[in-house]
């Protein structure tokens, strides 16, 4: 079945960077569209960065993140860099195999598979 897992969270400070990693696992996700998204206590979850045969980036983030997906490994990353403590959360890491695209890659109801999370804290 498919697994997704996260790892490389932790806590940082204001202004430094994080690398995040989701190991894929029990399909051929080469079609697969993934993203990443966050959840902060009392906060809805949100679509930060996702990609298919595009990326997109949510506004807060543009800039900062980078989404990337290593085809070999079966890799899913999230580069985050000038880290805010707004960005403070849990992370997880999601895939469907339906082709998203714009409007739709940042859309939690739309994907079918994700990570149990890994938690970011940012302190200022």
């Known amino acids: 079945q498919v697994q997704l897992v996260e790892s490389g969270g932790g806590s940082v400070q204001s202004g430094g960077s994080l690398r995040l990693s989701c190991a894929l696992s029990?399909?051929?996700?080469?079609?697969?569209?993934l993203a990443w998204f966050r959840q902060a206590p009392g906060k809805e979850r949100e679509g930060v960065a996702g990609?298919?045969?595009?990326?997109d980036y949510a506004a807060s983030v543009k800039g900062r993140f980078t989404i990337s997906y290593d085809k070999a490994q079966s890799l899913l990353y999230l580069q985050m860099d000038s880290l805010k403590p707004e960005d403070s959360a849990t992370y997880y890491c999601a895939a469907t195999p339906y082709y998203m695209t714009y409007g739709n890659l940042r859309n939690k109801r739309l994907f079918d598979y994700w990570g149990q999370g890994t938690q970011v804290i940012v302190s200022s």
């Open positions: 029990g399909s051929n996700f080469n079609s697969y569209s």
């Open positions: 990609l298919s045969t595009i990326t």
